[in-house]
């Protein structure tokens, strides 16, 4: 047993002189994630602020500036366009000006104070699905307050009290504010978790049989098992390096904090670990140069990961296939485990069969690769 320790030792020693000496590799290491964690805190970002709109308003009375000045007050929106022509309209909308125009007819204020229906219109630009999905529903969000603002005012000045049948008051949990950095949080770190685990891991491997080093290796004292953990605890220790920085700085930067257990983030990163390394160990298995390790690698990790886990777009709003299409990447039962753990505090009732299913993906990887060195020592 000692002597086993001792040999992984020694490859871990030579791993680590390996990374010091690669500058390159260590550098995309090492600012990547920086990298990624400010692109995606700050630059992909699906909230929804500081609209431009543009205001026709036909009406120019005291109620149309109020609601104007009321609209503005929400933060939400502010005037970048004031339009004075029909014409107008399709030119403020087409050089992106403002992303929606309110017309306000000339009969506005007139029929509100004749006791009728004041009537005004959004026109909105549709080009981005998304984002003029959430500005409508801000728009209507406002215009059911202005309008029950309004009332209530009517109603006091004729000295009558509202009646309200159903009274609604929504409460958001966990993210109170709304904000995608939050969600976006938990999958990044999966994203550069399985990345780092499973490029760098099947390069290291990999590089052994370019160099013709790994024949040294099988006829040294060295177990293959014993190769495989020297190889990926460097690799290992700077995955969990990584997720600690991501985690400092989501709480300094964005204000993510983990409400639940560290323990059981703890053990949720060991087996997403485990799972990004065997398939690193898959790649490298299969592969016989650094340069199509990489291509695999980066195929089998990041594409995954950014699209079939989950990590920018819902997976229940996908095709059934694509949810079925999901289960080949280990960052979705990840992102899972790590949303319910940082952002809602759950415990493991909430997501054990995400870690279950973590470790049969660490296994299955593990012995496809042990079944393919097989194959190819027999052909040999």
Known sequence: MKESLNRVKIIVVKEFRHLFRDVRMLAVLTFFPVFLLLMFGYAVNFDVDKVPIGVYDNDKSELSRDLRSALTASGYFYESVQ???DEEIFAVINSNKAKCVIVLHEN?????????EASLQYIINGTDGN?????QNYLTSFTAGYSNRLRSEMLEANGLTEYIPVDFRPIFWYNPELKSTKFLIPGLMAMILIMICVITVALSIVREKERGTIEQLDVSPVLSYELLIGKTIPYILLSFLSGI?????????FSVEVKGSYTLLFISTILFISASTSLGIFVSVISDTQQVAFSIA???SMLPAVLLS????????????????????PAKYY????RAIILRGAGISAFWEQLLLLIAYTSLFLILADLVTKRKAMKQ
């Not at 920085?245 to 930067?253: N, R, S, W």
């Open 335 to 338: 992102i899972i485990t790590l």
């Open 131 to 135: 984002s003029a999905g959430i500005i």
């Open 108 to 116: 506005f204020s007139k029929d509100y104070y004749r006791g009728g």
């Open 83 to 85: 339009i004075n022509s």
């Open 245 to 253: 920085f991501i985690l400092l700085a989501g709480f300094v930067l």
């Open 310 to 329: 989950g990590f920018i777009f819902p997976l229940e709003s996908t095709p059934a296939a694509v949810q079925v299409l999901s289960f080949i990447t």
């Open 298 to 300: 980066t195929f089998a």
